[in-house]
């Protein structure tokens, strides 16, 4: 029987370099496929529909949820997120391997489904520059911003359920170590 894809989950706090993290290992592992999240929240400067999300609106995804077409989703700092479940299955039945950008519930819902799907925590280095990170991004509002470090609190509490916590203080330290983690567990698969 042909190998089925493996689910490699990444989830982190705002502001904790998951999303450059990601795409780092994206360019170094190319055979990964990256699942490209539906969102109802509004494109950031420089976000591209299609590539760093599908921007939808909440009628849309509220239908979506309806005809069962989400792999998981949940509200995440007051805006809906989204994985297509056709796309996991295709990719997986396909042999390929999936990496996800997606909060804890996400994570734990597909766990689930998926049980053999590798959890990986990005942790900040400390809340401090954490908060700093996500006030230099210049991308969210204030608002925006109170609401993440509070949801931050809660997120990083949950890091002990998951299978690899990767500090990031150091990109390329980080990137390296993200990368042997993937390759050890393709190798188990
Ligand atoms: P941002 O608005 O900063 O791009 O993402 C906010 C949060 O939503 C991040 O924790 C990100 O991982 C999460 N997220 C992105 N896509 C999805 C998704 O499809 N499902 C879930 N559950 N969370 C997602």
Same mark, same amino acid.
């Given at each position: 029987m042909n190998r089925k894809g493996h689910l490699f989950i990444a989830s982190a &706090?705002?502001?904790a370099g998951k999303?450059?993290?990601?795409?780092a290992?994206?360019?170094e592992l190319p055979d990964l496929e990256y699942s490209i999240s539906y969102t109802t929240r509004s494109p950031r400067k420089g976000e591209r529909e299609g590539v760093d999300y599908h921007f939808i609106s909440e009628d849309v995804f509220r239908k979506k949820i309806e005809s069962n077409d989400w792999a998981?989703?949940?509200e995440v700092h007051g805006n809906f997120y989204g994985t297509s479940a056709e796309f996991l299955k295709k990719t997986l039945n396909g042999g390929k391997d999936v990496l996800l950008d997606i909060d804890i519930q996400g994570?734990?819902?597909?766990? #689930?489904?998926y049980p053999d799907a590798t959890l990986?925590?990005?942790? &900040?280095p400390s809340f401090e520059i954490l908060e700093?990170?996500? #006030?230099?991004?210049g991308t969210d509002s204030a608002e925006s911003i #109170?609401?993440?470090?509070?949801?931050?609190?809660?997120?990083i509490k949950e890091a002990t359920s998951y299978d690899v916590i990767i500090p990031n203080g150091d990109l390329s330290v980080a990137i390296a170590e993200l990368k042997e983690v993937i390759e050890k567990i393709r190798t188990t698969q």
């Open positions: &706090p705002s502001g999303t450059t993290l990601c795409n290992i994206l360019k998981e989703w949940a994570a734990k819902k597909l766990r #689930a489904g990986i925590f990005i942790m &900040p700093k990170r996500l #006030a230099q991004r #109170a609401r993440r470090l509070i949801d931050a609190k809660r997120e």
